[in-house]
């Protein structure tokens, strides 16, 4: 029999998520500061987890673990970094967001039917900003929104509606796999789904977001994750050759491999190895406290660094790239393998795309990347 009351404390328990959720549905209803400053929001945020953490500290006797102290050195690394190199507010408050979120996922009591609450909604508020968003340009360069008074300037990167099309992807088959529903049918919804998903996928020429489905599909129906302290340290090597991809990819350029070779109708290279090369010089001269992450290259002014954890050591330094790597981790360990198997398969798959993408340093995609680390109990 459920215990109403334990249910009504747990609920209570995550109103800070359905806060945050909003918020994050909010943001892109102000993108581009049509309604309010977009930072407003950020920090918004970040202070419904400052006082979540209060609070958890106050209910534990005033202790503090060493994870979550972590956390809050690597929140204020950030706050530093961003004043010294120029970065500004946004960039520490996306990175304080970051660490502070997947910290307090990861330990959160989380029963079955809040979980299921939880993913149901964030895969709902993911059809709402697809929906917004979904007027392509022509050649689908940009997508711009459908909303009257967000008008034509305010326009989104095919690669991040990939992205969005990925995460919707991934909790739309949480939600399916968290129903009561035989095996078959649940196959058989969650195959639509996916070739739904990656058909639209394939309209954005995101190349990045199509693998990843397709990496997350193999994860889950062939992988049982039996020997958890294998997949922990495959996780953490994982982590480490997202960031080594930008190496190994510069090195394999500089040999002159597949230079000027095409697939699916794209470069092999499509011009992140110009920008790697750049951030890289540059972060010779910034090791400890990074660069700005206003900085642009020269493949068409471009912002992004397009890949995760490299963006992580630009912006933050070597400091922050380290703090950003163990809090990970540390959340990742404390995932309950037996009943979060389609979980771990998420993150785990997550790893390729922040290879080629800057999935973390973005809070267009930050919030749907940390809800992921919010498992059953």
């Known amino acids: 029999m459920i215990d109403n009351n334990k ?12 806060a945050i959720q909003f918020l994050y549905l909010f943001y892109y209803l102000s993108y581009s500061d049509s309604l309010v400053n977009t930072n407003i929001i950020l920090v918004a945020a970040c ?12 209910f534990n006797n005033m202790k503090m ?9 690597g929140s204020l690394w950030a706050f530093i970094c961003s004043l010294i190199n120029g970065s500004g507010l946004g960039s520490a408050a996306i990175q304080i967001f970051l660490l502070l979120s997947i910290c307090l996922f990861a330990d959160t009591n989380m029963s079955l039917v809040q979980h299921k609450r939880i993913m149901t909604r964030m895969a709902i508020i993911l059809v709402v900003i697809l929906a917004i968003f979904s007027k392509p340009s022509p050649y689908r360069s940009v997508y711009m929104a459908r909303l009257l008074y967000l008008g034509d300037s305010v326009r989104i990167n095919p690669n991040c509606i990939a992205m969005l099309t990925f995460f919707l992807f991934v909790y739309l088959f949480k939600v399916v796999e968290e129903t009561e529903w035989r095996n078959k049918y649940k196959r058989f919804v969650q195959m639509i789904i996916l070739v739904f998903s990656v058909s639209y996928i394939y309209l954005t020429s995101a190349r990045t977001a199509i693998v990843s489905c397709v990496i997350f ?10 020997n958890q302290k294998l997949t922990r340290t495959i996780f953490l090597l994982g982590l480490w050759m997202s960031l ?5 990819y510069l090195a394999m350029y500089s040999s002159g491999f597949m230079v000027g070779e095409t697939i699916a109708g794209k470069g092999f290279y499509s011009g992140r190895e110009i920008i790697w090369f750049e951030a890289l010089d540059l972060l010779k001269e910034h090791l400890l406290f990074g660069f700005s992450n206003k900085t642009t290259f020269s493949v068409k002014n471009l912002l992004s660094i397009h890949n995760s954890l490299l963006a992580m050591v630009c912006y933050f330094g070597v400091l922050g790239l380290l703090i950003a790597i163990s809090t990970i981790y540390t959340s990742f360990k404390k995932i309950d393998y037996k009943n979060n198997a389609l979980t771990v ?8 795309f922040m290879s ?17 680390f919010l498992h059953k109990k």
């Open 65 to 73: 673990s060493v994870s979550l102290l972590a956390v809050c050195i």
């Open 244 to 248: 080594g991809i930008v190496f190994i």
């Open 47 to 58: 202070l419904i987890l400052i006082i979540e953490i209060i609070m958890r500290i106050i």
């Open 345 to 352: 398969s998420i993150i785990l798959s997550a790893l390729f």
């Open 7 to 18: 249910e009504r404390k747990i609920g209570t328990r995550t109103l800070w998520i359905t």
């Open 356 to 372: 080629f993408e800057t999935m973390i340093t973005d809070w267009s995609l930050v919030v749907p990347y940390c809800l992921l």
């Open 217 to 226: 599909v193999v994860l889950f129906f062939f992988c049982k994750y039996k």
